[in-house]
């Protein structure tokens, strides 16, 4: 096995490299298992496989999310495969993608689903595989969906041992939108992380984020769809693979019998349109966020608005 640091490589290393005929780049993906990435390597058996691993210690944008955890080096260095004898590691941060696949112009670019931030075909890598004309491939992290539930259940068992508030104390709006930014990692959705808070009298009920169905990992093992049909940003919710934040928390709400009257939602985003209606339609007179949703900010606002519902934005 051969290692490369991307930042130390000469120009003339750089050349070597891509010359390399038939070359796969796997781009710096996230935590897996060495029988995963024997797998993967057995189906790349008849090209020169370039391996990336991030000097990141967090994917960036995903710190602190466990469930996105970067693959490091060390864990390549325990294969015993016939295929890893042969592997070139290129350790990198992420931020380099764009130059190295610009630069090396691999044949095939492989991205391990849950890798990056936000969706993918908004980020420059990707274009700048699609303009080298590399056959683009999302790939799971898991060798099956048992393997994919058991992680699930593992990172989601660390999450619930958090104490991320106390019900008995009253928070600021401040100390409220600090609670929900914590909270953003525990949704395995890379592509967006809405979080919600129930409050009443300035004491939270309850803290709900974006739930990925049918299972919290089925977006890793499965990919996102609206990655595969590259839909826009905010657009075309019926593709979303998560419960809304704000579905989850009437959800908590029915099941711990907790009464929405006189309660204020506090939400790092403000409702999709679809969210907003269904909240229109609830005892909850009062909403409270810090983002924009480019259509929620639209319809949704003058849905909740006529409904009754008090809006208030707060800027961080």
């Given at each position: 096995?051969?290692?490369?640091?991307?930042?130390?490589?000469?120009?003339?290393?750089?050349?070597?490299?891509?010359?390399?005929?038939?070359?796969?780049?796997?781009?710096?993906?996230?935590?897996?298992?060495?029988?995963?990435?024997?797998?993967?390597?057995?189906?790349?058996?008849?090209?020169?496989?370039?391996?990336?691993?991030?000097?990141?210690?967090?994917?960036?944008?995903?710190?602190?999310?466990?469930?996105?955890?970067?693959?490091?080096?060390?864990?390549?260095?325990?294969?015993?495969?016939?295929?890893?004898?042969?592997?070139?590691?290129?350790?990198?941060?992420?931020?380099?993608?764009?130059?190295?696949?610009?630069?090396?112009?691999?044949?095939?670019?492989?991205?391990?689903?849950?890798?990056?931030?936000?969706?993918?075909?908004?980020?420059?890598?990707?274009?700048?595989?699609?303009?080298?004309?590399?056959?683009?491939?999302?790939?799971?992290?898991?060798?099956?969906?048992?393997?994919?539930?058991?992680?699930?259940?593992?990172?989601?068992?660390?999450?619930?041992?958090?104490?991320?508030?106390?019900?008995?104390?009253?928070?600021?709006?401040?100390?409220?939108?600090?609670?929900?930014?914590?909270?953003?990692?525990?949704?395995?959705?890379?592509?967006?992380?809405?979080?919600?808070?129930?409050?009443?009298n300035g004491r939270i009920l309850a803290l709900t984020h974006n739930r990925v169905m049918p299972y919290q990992a089925f977006q890793m093992h499965e990919g996102s769809i609206r990655e595969k049909l590259q839909v826009p940003a905010q657009e075309?919710?019926?593709?979303?693979?998560?419960?809304?934040?704000?579905?989850?928390?009437?959800?908590?709400?029915?099941?711990?019998?907790?009464?929405?009257?006189?309660?204020?939602?506090?939400?790092?985003?403000?409702?999709?349109?679809?969210?907003?209606?269904?909240?229109?339609?609830?005892?909850?007179?009062?909403?409270?966020?810090?983002?924009?949703?480019?259509?929620?900010?639209?319809?949704?606002?003058?849905?909740?608005?006529?409904?009754?519902?008090?809006i208030r934005r707060v800027v961080a």
């Amino acid at each position: 096995m051969t290692t490369y640091d991307w930042n130390k490589l000469s120009d003339k290393d750089k050349k070597n490299l891509a010359a390399l005929k038939k070359v796969t780049f796997i781009a710096g993906p996230v935590l897996m298992g060495t029988k995963r990435i024997d797998q993967i390597l057995t189906n790349l058996s008849d090209s020169a496989v370039l391996f990336g691993c991030l000097k990141d210690e967090w994917i960036p944008g995903l710190e602190g999310f466990l469930q996105f955890a970067p693959l490091k080096v060390e864990k390549l260095n325990k294969l015993k495969s016939r295929e890893a004898e042969k592997l070139a590691v290129l350790n990198h941060f992420q931020k380099d993608l764009k130059y190295i696949i610009r630069e090396l112009k691999p044949k095939i670019v492989v991205f391990i689903n849950g890798s990056w931030f936000q969706q993918i075909h908004y980020r420059k890598e990707f274009w700048e595989a699609v303009n080298i004309a590399a056959k683009i491939r999302l790939e799971t992290p898991f060798t099956s969906e048992y393997e994919a539930k058991r992680f699930a259940k593992k990172i989601e068992a660390i999450y619930e041992a958090e104490k991320l508030y106390s019900k008995s104390k009253k928070y600021s709006d401040k100390e409220i939108f600090q609670i929900l930014e914590k909270k953003r990692r525990h949704s395995w959705d890379w592509c967006g992380q809405p979080t919600a808070a129930l409050v009443r009298n300035g004491r939270i009920l309850a803290l709900t984020h974006n739930r990925v169905m049918p299972y919290q990992a089925f977006q890793m093992h499965e990919g996102s769809i609206r990655e595969k049909l590259q839909v826009p940003a905010q657009e075309m919710i019926e593709t979303h693979l998560t419960n809304h934040a704000e579905v989850e928390m009437l959800e908590v709400a029915r099941r711990g019998k907790i009464r929405l009257e006189n309660t204020s939602l506090y939400m790092n985003i403000f409702p999709c349109p679809v969210c907003a209606k269904m909240l229109a339609r609830t005892p909850i007179k009062r909403i409270v966020y810090e983002q924009d949703h480019n259509l929620g900010n639209t319809i949704g606002y003058k849905v909740l608005e006529a409904s009754g519902v008090k809006i208030r934005r707060v800027v961080a």
